[in-house]
């Protein structure tokens, strides 16, 4: 597991050191010839979890440099083609790679992981809970119903998780965390 750990943490480096978009489209091409298999899933599995935030960050600063006249189109294809080789390369990575082995070295890091991934799978079934009552409850599609579900349930995930957050703070605490 050394080895994985070295290898992931260079790999890493390499990435965030390539300066030419060229070297990081031939990163990714050799991710994408490796990831054969798989390819399709975590390509998709990628672009869901980028397209909102590298959305919102390349629209804004898309629209601050035409302000101020400045060619954006090279540095947003830049960053963008960085980020999903990144995010890409973590998730081919622990797919191969059991991520509860890999943390194994830290029993802190080990702990937070544990904590992370059950508040991920409480949010994930509470999240389709959400959905299948929806589709039980309403016979016809309505956007008034369906804009006010999403708020419904984006409050109930907001409040939800800060007070998870107090929650895990204090057993967080009383483990000596902090």
């Not at 480096?13 to 399709?40: G, H, N, T």
């Not at 009552?133 to 999403?150: D, G, H, N, T």
């Amino acid at each position: 597991m050394v080895l994985h750990r070295l290898f992931f943490i260079a790999s890493l480096l390499l990435i965030l050191s390539l300066k030419e978009m060229a070297f990081i489209a031939l990163f990714l091409s050799v991710l994408l010839l490796v990831s054969y298999k798989k390819v399709v899933y975590i390509t998709k599995k990628t672009l869901q979890s980028l397209l909102f935030f590298n959305g919102s960050i390349s629209l804004g600063y898309l629209t601050v440099a035409l302000f101020q006249g400045i060619d954006p189109y090279h540095y947003i294809l830049y960053i963008n083609l960085k980020v999903f080789t990144l995010t890409y390369f973590v998730f081919y990575f622990f797919h191969k790679i059991n991520m509860v082995e890999f943390f194994s070295f830290s029993k802190d890091l080990s702990f937070l992981l544990m904590i992370t991934l059950s508040q991920i799978i409480s949010y994930k079934k509470t999240y389709e809970d959400f959905k299948l009552a929806y589709k039980a409850r309403v016979i016809k599609k309505l956007q008034s119903r369906e804009k006010k579900f999403i708020l419904r349930v984006f409050e109930f995930f907001f409040s939800k998780a800060l007070q998870d957050s107090k929650e895990r703070t204090l057993a967080m605490k009383a483990r000596g965390f902090f």
